[in-house]
């Protein structure tokens, strides 16, 4: 029994560099099936459903479609929205009035929750209706899934940014600290792990949200590199809290702001990079302390795009239609490594995605707190995808000295 | 009449994408004549001189040459000393200690100036010897030279990262201001409007240290953007001074550095972009206004190569080592523009390169002070190199509303 109707997509949350491969995996997907009447697409994700900014997506040509899925950013323009009960029922409102019949909404557990009310609203008034939440998050924490799609290009970047700066830090030599976005979970800082080659290769610390940022200890471990290498390079998520769970950037509270979700802003401004590098050159007396905050660039940057993430950004965007259309089912689309290195695609229950946080392992991080583990690099290395140039030097031998024999 | 003894090469100032390019050039090239003896290169540029830190690079196979070639930021390492006379006079004792009669110094204008008194120092001795100066600055402020090793690969880093910048912008809208490397030119901010495609793409406003900023005006052009496009996007150069030609970061003076030049530390830290966002904020009653500061990402990036740069970095290191060795000349390789795009080198007075800073032209430049030129993408085009993907937009028709059809 086909259901005939239209299909609404939207986007949500922060953009990623392959979102747009999920959002053409859905549109063209759904072209496919007689019973999909028309294909729509919903401008500034929530925001653009209430107020109908709806795009006819039957019309736009495969031909540019691919070529926007290869665009990083949503094309459908986000919103931060986050629907509470009555903007739902809104929500729903306006997908009755245009006779929308599946909803795909690709975004993080907060897109997930919206996804799940909506549905709960359809039930309720007995509306035929299926919705799927499709994952994207460049912060990689929903729970069930491996890994969610934006994760492995941004941890590219991140990558690539950190084999830069240590070859940049190695020929000036100093501190570098490098601040990653990561509000709660330290997925994308753990990333700067894999730019590592040569044994004495930064990042030398890495801190993560998950573990307790003690100023002091930082400072030691911070001092114990230096001594060692004359140099050091330290990521740092932009979330680290102190051991009372308050992070570290309230130590500058006049500058902070919330958004509407009641998060505090992190990123777009320089302010944790400059405190600890302020921080580590008052108390260690080193004269070149260096911080860049990696920013929005991290996100979206054009050219440094993961393979294997953008397959399966598509492939979560055409399982979702596939699963909504062809097997009449709800859910939100995770994703399950198989293989060394090989994915699964399922269909979970929203309750069990929505509005939920998933943390870094343990087994990920180092018992002190201030590094990853060889687990943590098994698992992100299929995801920054492959061609990333590494790092080679020079093993020419050293030449005898002649003015200066003995030193 | 040749001139039989040992090459020394040697990298400074702040590396760039493409540096060992030029390295690898001088040593391939060099060890191709018969009366070069050895090929040394000196670890931490002119440091390494004076302290005999030196690799022999006649050891180094080729193959791992190549591979270093393609390797961002100073295989050799770098310095940011800037050597006096007496320095210089150090120097030229330890390369006459060793037999090196072939110098080659790649760097930006300090570099040059190094090489001129070196130089200098070798005619007073009646010692016969031939240095080089190399040019290299992702600051593109040499003189002479129609564009230098390094920026384009930087500027190449400027644009994709602002077209990821106007996309992520465009999606969840707001005020982004971008700061860019540029002490005292202008040239690598300028590249952010290459990002340009869609007649409402930013950045909207450029500014640049050869105009003065002044605050109530960049308030002013900013408000003008955000009204009509809802959304503004800004690069602006790290070095831009007010009417009295201080720099705006002095604004902040507490936080800044000098180094040994008495340059101000002007990267390494968010405190310009923050100062930006905060006035942005404040005045205009905007609530989402972001700042990035690019900070050492821009010049050694992992993957944001420009092939085009890549190339003439390696013949300019060639063509030093065949204008030293088989012309027995002096000076400075410069690159001059010949066609579009086609670029010939020569040799250039050290005296015309060193210790001068040659800044944007005026015809490069608005005539507001706050945008570029279509001269200026003319000239930058070619130098970023190939392959840069563009955006593309959806171009769907929007779809009646139901609800509220008057809206």
């Known amino acids: 029994m086909e259901l005939e109707g239209k299909v609404l997509v939207a986007q949500g949350g922060g953009p990623t560099a392959v979102i747009n491969q999920s959002l053409v995996g859905v549109v063209l997907e759904s072209r496919k099936f007689p019973q999909i009447t028309q294909v729509y697409g919903a401008e500034f994700g929530v925001d653009g459903i209430v107020n109908e900014n709806f795009l006819d997506l039957t019309q736009e040509t495969t031909h540019n479609l691919e070529r926007v899925s290869g665009t990083v950013s949503s094309a459908l323009l986000s919103t931060r929205t986050k629907p509470d009960a009555k903007f739902c029922k809104e929500i729903f409102k306006v997908l009755q009035a245009h006779e929308i019949r599946y909803f795909f909404y690709i975004g993080g557990n907060d897109s997930a929750d919206t996804v799940r009310i909506v549905n709960k609203e359809a039930e309720l008034s007995d509306y035929k209706f299926r919705a799927i939440h499709i994952p994207k998050t460049i912060d990689n924490d929903l729970p069930i899934n491996d890994h969610t799609p934006g994760y492995g290009s941004a941890a590219r970047f991140v990558a690539q940014a950190f084999i830069g700066a240590n070859l940049d830090n190695r020929s000036l030599p100093g501190v570098y600290i490098g601040v990653v976005m990561g509000r709660n979970v330290g997925f994308l800082t753990a990333a700067s792990s894999v730019s590592q080659k040569y044994p004495d290769d930064g990042p030398h610390l890495i801190y993560l949200p998950e573990r307790p940022f003690v100023m ?31 992070p570290i950037i309230t130590k500058l509270v006049d500058r902070v702001e919330c958004d509407a979700h009641g998060n505090m802003q992190l990123s777009g401004s320089g302010a944790l990079g400059d405190l600890l ?45 596939q699963i909504a259309i062809w097997h009449d089912l709800d859910g939100s689309i995770t994703i399950h ?8 695609y399922r269909l979970s229950r929203l309750d069990d995605v929505a509005a939920k946080t998933r943390r870094m392992p343990d087994n990920f991080i180092n018992e002190q707190g201030n590094n990853v583990t060889t687990d943590f690099k098994n698992y992100v290395m299929p995801l920054i995808g492959d061609g990333i140039e590494t790092a080679h030097r020079l093993r020419a031998p050293k030449v005898a000295k002649i003015l200066n024999p003995g030193k």
Do not use: H, M, P, W
């Open 277 to 321: 590098a302020d921080y580590v050159k008052k108390n260690l007396k080193i004269s070149r302390v260096r911080s860049d905050t990696f920013g929005y660039l991290q996100r979206s940057f054009v050219g440094c795009v993961s393979r294997v993430d953008q397959q399966e950004a598509r492939e979560v965007g055409e399982r979702a239609a």
């Open 216 to 246: 002091e200890n930082f400072l030691n471990d911070v001092k114990q590199v230096y001594e060692r290498y004359g140099r050091c390079i330290v990521a740092v998520s932009e979330g680290i809290r102190d051991q009372d769970n308050q």
């Open 337 to 344: 490594r198989t293989g060394n290195y090989s994915v699964d």
